[in-house]
């Protein structure tokens, strides 16, 4: 089945240590997103990428970089995870044609970060 | 200004009983899509249904229902005979396709199914 996965599901990190979180998927969608979800909020979407164009929300912190070597895969680094960080990291991917669509954003099941 | 308001943060409902959960939008664009995603415990995101801003029939998905009124910019989930497992947070979305990428949810409205 075509489908968003995401490694690992949970991610212990200390404070201050880089950590990375991977996305991948089948559905051969051009747009990949990553959100940060805390306890009982919204998602908020950090950036996405357009193909090879990344898009950086206008208030994600610096610590947060993203990388997408290719069509399947998308990377989450967090450079100097803060206890601010812990939350719930949402990977999605949806199909954008050149005239606009509105299709669906399907997500990843998640990885859940603790910072210690 | 809020793209997306869901008012009601919690919701009960009678096990086999319907709910009605609220969103209204905001956008000046002609087209756009609407969507509701269910996030269970476990976290995931899971899509439930989409609207298309021209669509002229409500959208319905097994016993999912999307109470489309335009001129009223409201998007109400409707779900018919509910189950325990239907208890979760439910988010409204909503995607303006010649803005940009970007998805904007709701707060989300918590659901609990009493048996």
């Known amino acids: 089945d075509a489908m968003v996965i995401q490694n690992p599901r949970y991610q212990v990190t200390q404070f201050g240590k880089p950590v990375t979180l991977s996305c991948s998927q089948t559905l051969n969608h051009n747009v990949m997103y990553w959100y940060q979800q805390k306890s009982s909020q919204a998602p908020k979407l950090l950036f996405h990428y357009y193909d090879k164009d990344f898009n950086n929300e206008a208030d994600t912190p610096d610590n947060f970089q993203s990388r997408r070597p290719n069509t399947s895969f998308c990377f989450l680094d967090i450079r100097s995870p803060g206890l601010g960080d812990a939350a719930m990291y949402l990977c999605?991917?949806?199909?954008?044609?050149?005239?606009?669509?509105?299709?669906?954003?399907?997500f990843g099941p998640g990885t859940r970060l603790t910072v210690l | 200004a809020q793209k997306i308001t869901q008012t009601q943060p919690g919701m009960f409902v009678q096990e086999k009983e319907a709910v009605t959960l609220d969103c209204t939008y905001d956008t000046s664009d002609q087209s756009y899509g609407l969507f509701w995603y269910k996030q269970p415990s476990s976290g995931e995101m899971i899509f439930l249904i989409y609207q298309g801003s021209y669509d002229e029939q409500n959208a319905t998905e097994g016993r999912y229902s999307l109470n489309f009124q335009k001129a009223r910019k409201s998007a109400n989930l409707v779900i018919s005979a509910s189950q325990l497992g239907d208890s979760a947070m439910y988010f409204c979305a909503m995607r303006e396709p010649f803005t940009g990428n970007q998805f904007y949810f709701g707060t989300g409205t918590s659901l609990t199914v009493i048996p």
């Open positions: 999605a991917t949806s199909r954008m044609g050149t005239s606009g669509s509105t299709d669906t954003q399907y």
